[in-house]
């Protein structure tokens, strides 16, 4: 089992910027893929970007692509969303998710999952 706690959240204006991170604990937390979405309300949960385990391995998601970060201290237990340029359309409730095996963009490969945090972007 891994247990997974999100902080960093907040409210921000468009333009600025947020680091997201998700503390893992349990069993060997370390290699595990990390995975990174997102729910506006209204809407279906959507992948934003994702770590494998050695840090080797990303995958971003057009939204993400040139203004979001993702990078891990395995040493902490920690993966953290680097959030750059935010939009309006970014606002969301965050969610960490993590899985043994390769990092992966579909929520339903990812067993663990974090309670989520708000990021709200004014306009």
């Known amino acids: 089992q891994v247990q997974l706690v999100e902080s960093g959240g907040g409210l921000v204006q468009a333009g600025g910027s947020l680091r997201l991170s998700c503390t893992a604990s349990?069993?060997?937390?370390?290699?595990?893929?990390m995975g990174w979405f997102r729910q506006a309300p209204g809407k279906e949960r959507e992948f934003v970007i994702a770590i494998s385990a050695s840090s080797r391995n990303t995958a971003y998601s057009d939204s993400a692509k040139g203004r979001f970060t993702i990078s891990r201290a395995n040493s902490k237990n920690t993966v953290y969303l680097q959030m750059d340029s935010l939009k309006p359309e970014d606002t969301a409730v965050y969610y960490c998710?993590?899985?043994?095996?390769?990092?992966?963009?579909?929520?339903?490969?990812?067993?663990?999952w974090g309670q989520g945090t708000q990021v709200t972007v004014s306009s």
């Open positions: 349990g069993s060997t937390s370390s290699v595990y893929a």
């Open positions: 998710a993590a899985r043994d095996g390769r990092a992966t963009t579909r929520d339903e490969s990812y067993p663990y």
